[in-house]
């Protein structure tokens, strides 16, 4: 091997070294009493292993961008991020002011850095937005391409601290227009999938991907989907999608399918769930079968939104080990929440979620098996029983073979250092039946404060220590059909505190 080529290896090696960084082994949680202390190991391994070189800088100016939001410049953005990536990679910036853009494609080598001062705007032409197959919502179909996409790349980012305004209201009033003239038909269950909106950003069976700093806002569908990838981190972004409007189906942070993922230092305010892990819905969810684990969150906050942290619906190919910590819930629905179906499949386990601080949710934790029926099942009206249905239809119509296939299990989620104040109801977990329970509850060192106390049904070892429970109503938490359970609850009326043991069998 020549001179030359040793010393490109050096240098290699030596830049992939200083831009892997592990993340700091955590100690110091506090789970109450379990079997054994939970082994979060694999938290130590997750986001990001590389950033994109520095090789080249590319102003996407000097290939025609024009700051004037009236002009379309996706096609020189798009020329500039081509040239960063065949030059070997580096970054492409933009002159401060304003643009609209349609889809963009980042490339692999690549940070896209979105200046303080630059704001994309998006273009609210949907033909701006190229259709390829994706997974939308559980199943995989045709949809339009996100403002930002990273498709099948690798050490690619996007940063800074611009803006990214998506414009999407123009696709929420197009949904609820759509909705009220489905729901009248028996179509409540498609409507989801057959109003195309456009996506934040899109990053999608990639490797290595950072997304840092930028606020994102007003998108037409979910803000920032991360779909079948691997080591990424989001850091620092402000998500906010309640700008002008309440977008539907306008989530913050979705990780679909996904491993190793690293989601810190964000504040979501969106209209549906804030941060939401996801594996696939149904059938066709049991047919990809990949799986999201190992998934840290931590210094984020959450306002408006369904839940800090969600886990499900779409939960087909399992949800497993996800870390949350250090976290705010201000004004979100529930600062916990799992959720699935019975024709979903899949497996929900190994949750720790802990140092929470909530004020005005309506739940700390809320666990459904059965969530939102009028959504989550699938029925062909007679109307349209002869008719031919788009192939999408057919992909939600395909039952679950055997039906035993789609039942969820929630199992090992552990919730502790939780404080709460001016929550509608403590608690609503529920199982389907005797057979089907949720299994292996911890809760531990929990305050809140709350106008009703909720319920807790059909568990296997559920276990609430070390809790008070400030109740509005006075009424305690309902116990129905638990087995094996450990609930110790203080209650405190007024300066009167009163130790309750329940144990119902």
Known sequence: ???????????????????????????????????????????????????????????????????????????????????????????????????????????????????????????????????????????????????????????????????????????????????????????????????????????????????????????????????????????GLVINNNVGGHGPSTDGIDIDSSTNILIENCLVDCNDDNICIKAGRDADGLRVNRPTENVVIRNCTARKGGGLIVCGSETAGSIRNVLGYDLKAEGTSTVLRLKSAMTRGGTIENIYVTRVEATGNRNVLSADLNWNPSYSYSKLPEAYKYDEIPEHWKVMLTPVDPPEKGYPHFRNIYLSQVKAADVEEFIHASGWNDSLRLENFYLYDIETQAKRAGKISLTRNFNLTNTKLNIDDKQPVSLEKNVDDNISLEYIRNTDTQLVENKVH
């Open 1 to 235: 091997m020549n001179l030359k080529k040793i010393i490109l290896l050096f240098m290699a090696g030596a830049q992939l070294s200083a831009c892997h960084s592990p993340q700091p082994k955590e100690t110091g949680f506090e789970w109450g009493v379990v079997p054994q202390h939970p082994d979060l190991s694999w938290a130590d391994s997750v986001g990001n292993r590389y950033e994109p070189n520095n090789k080249v800088a590319v102003s996407a100016n000097s290939f025609g961008a024009v700051a004037d939001s009236s002009i379309l410049s996706t096609d020189a953005i798009q020329k500039a991020i081509d040239h960063c990536a065949a030059a070997g990679g580096g970054t492409v910036t933009l002159e401060p002011g304003y643009y609209q853009t349609g889809a963009l494609f980042v490339k692999s080598g690549v940070n896209f850095k979105i200046d303080k001062g630059v704001t994309l705007l998006a273009s609210t032409d949907i033909h701006n937005y190229p259709e390829f197959r994706s997974r939308i919502a559980g199943i995989e179909m045709v949809w339009p391409a996100a403002v930002i996409n990273v498709v099948n790349e690798k050490n690619a980012s996007i940063s800074g601290k611009g803006t990214i305004d998506c414009r999407g209201n123009d696709f929420w009033d197009r949904y609820w227009n759509m909705r009220k003239e489905y729901e009248a038909k028996g179509l409540r269950w498609i409507v989801d999938y057959d109003c195309k909106r456009v996506r934040g950003i899109l990053v999608e069976r990639s490797t290595d991907i950072s997304l840092s700093d930028f606020t994102l806002m007003r998108t037409g569908f979910w803000g920032c989907q991360i779909l079948y990838s691997d080591h990424c981190t989001v850091d």
